[in-house]
């Protein structure tokens, strides 16, 4: 099983970045699939997830800024980040998750924002 992240870089504070992952889960659909970050020095957050039923939640950190969505005729997730803050630099994983037993991750995407 794959998941591959894409998108990352960086931005200036206000800024917009938009990731991807695309993974090899199939079926995709049967998979509640999420966006985690770990920031240097801290341990690995959620950020937001996004149910088989196309609900997503997110961190207070992130509310009205950042925007989950999937594309499940692509098996990919996307998460638009808006008005970027330099607290929001971290490494971005994805998550892909069924049943809780069959749990995989892709290997990141580093987020840079510069003040």
């Known amino acids: 099983v794959q998941l591959q992240a894409s998108g990352g870089g960086l931005v200036q504070a206000g800024g917009s970045l938009r990731l991807s992952c695309t993974t090899s889960?199939?079926?995709?659909?049967?998979?509640?699939m999420a966006w985690y970050r770990r920031a240097p020095g801290k341990q690995r957050d959620l950020v937001a997830p996004?149910?088989?039923?196309?609900?997503?939640n997110y961190a207070d950190s992130v509310k009205g800024r950042f925007t989950i969505s999937r594309d499940n005729a692509k098996n990919t997730v996307y998460l638009q980040m808006n008005s970027l803050k330099p607290e929001d630099t971290a490494v971005y994983y994805c998550?892909?998750?069924?049943?809780?037993?069959?749990?995989?991750w892709g290997q990141g995407t580093l987020v840079t924002v510069s003040s």
């Open positions: 998550n892909a998750n069924f049943q809780r037993a069959h749990d995989y």
């Open positions: 996004i149910t088989t039923g196309n609900s997503p």
């Open positions: 889960v199939i079926p995709f659909d049967l998979y509640d």
